[in-house]
């Protein structure tokens, strides 16, 4: 049992350049999530998925893209990179009902130049 | 949307002093508030959960207090020791599994 797992670790991108971070989780979670942290700051909501075939914006969804064509799997997709989009990206999931606890990725740590 | 605020920022206490964390927050609706402790360079670990049928809540040194009128909670921290050294934030949810994290207090225990 991996738990959440997140790819890859680290990245550098030049402005405009496109890319996917891949996350998978084998709990059988049906809630899934992006969050993005800047430095010194708390975790802000990108995107989220309640379950396949369902995804939603949060906090800060522009210039990000999701699907969720299987229970598994939560790519979010760099549109064009932009250096405002240097961050650290944890990936999360959970069972479906509310209250329960959220399990985090590693992490991505995306620098964008 | 949900408005999550935390304080201090930082928080500098002696080895075996406690430490106390406030957050506020807007959503009265909001029902589910859990506490992270984050490590340098390491993913957010949850520490401690509260419900909101719940007003107090611990699990050896450290404990949460809500307050669901006033609209906060606190977190507790007794007998700190220099592994309690770390940035914890606190978080709330409103529908949907949807997490407001506030920013987060940096927390230095000096032996």
């Known amino acids: 049992n991996a738990g959440v797992t997140q790819t890859p670790k680290f990245q550098v991108l030049k402005t405009g350049q496109s890319m996917t971070l891949q996350c998978a989780q084998d709990?059988?979670?049906?809630?899934m999530s992006w969050y993005r942290q800047d430095p010194g700051m708390g975790l802000r909501l990108i995107h989220y998925?309640?379950?396949?075939?369902?995804?939603d914006q949060g906090e800060v969804p522009n210039g990000y893209n999701v699907s969720r064509s299987t229970t598994e799997d939560f790519p979010l997709r760099l549109l064009s990179a932009a250096p405002s989009q240097t961050s650290v990206y944890f990936c999360?999931?959970?069972?479906?009902?509310?209250?329960?606890?959220?399990?985090f990725g590693e992490g991505s740590w995306l620098t964008v130049v | 949307g949900e408005n999550v605020e935390q304080h201090p920022s930082t928080l500098s206490v002696q080895e075996g002093d406690s430490a106390v964390i406030k957050c506020t927050y807007s959503?009265?609706?909001?029902?589910?508030f859990p506490w992270y402790k984050q490590e340098l360079g390491k993913r957010p670990q949850l520490i401690i959960d509260?419900?909101?049928?719940?007003g107090e809540k611990k699990d050896q040194r450290i404990a949460v207090t809500l307050n669901k009128t006033a609209k906060h909670f606190s977190l507790h921290i007794t007998e700190t020791q220099p592994e309690d050294s770390a940035v914890y934030f606190c978080?709330?949810?409103?529908?949907?599994?949807?997490?407001?994290f506030g920013g987060g207090t940096r927390v230095l225990v000096k032996p």
């Open positions: 999360a999931s959970s069972p479906d009902s509310s209250g329960n606890t959220i399990y």
């Open positions: 709990m059988n979670h049906e809630y």
């Open positions: 998925s309640v379950g396949a075939g369902i995804t």
């Open positions: 959503d009265s609706a909001s029902n589910y």
């Open positions: 509260i419900r909101s049928n719940v």
């Open positions: 978080a709330v949810e409103a529908a949907g599994n949807k997490l407001t």
